[in-house]
Nanobody, 117 residues
């Protein structure tokens, strides 16, 4: 049973923008803090952005001012608007849900973002 499905990854030039989407099953989304992580080749997976049920957001220092995380409760979806993309932003981006009441977490399969001219 697929719980989290990402989309929106693409090849983009430096300085460009992309919007990632993650559709979650309602039973998970409505009870979870939602995150975007990324993993570049040869590097550890890192937290990029987080949004709580109440809409509080946190960002990695490397993306502050360039990325924006949001959630649409009606659509059980979380988004990552990425602007001013840099080559170092290239990675597989993963959607993650941390269900607040029991601590269970869920991962999507990832979507590839390539930043290159």
């Amino acid at each position: 049973q697929v719980q989290l499905v990402e989309s929106g990854g693409d090849l983009v030039q430096p300085g460009g923008s992309l919007r990632l989407s993650c559709a979650a099953s309602g039973s998970i989304f409505s009870a979870s803090t939602m995150d975007w992580y990324r993993q570049a080749p040869g590097k550890e997976r890192e937290l990029v952005a987080r949004i709580t049920l109440g809409g509080v957001t946190n960002y990695a220092d490397s993306v502050k001012g360039r990325f924006l995380i949001s959630r649409d409760n009606a659509k059980s979806s979380v988004y990552l608007q990425m602007n001013s993309l840099r080559p170092e932003d290239a990675a597989v981006y993963y959607c993650h849900a941390l269900r607040n009441y029991d601590g269970m977490d869920f991962w999507g399969k990832g979507t590839l973002v390539t930043v290159s001219s």
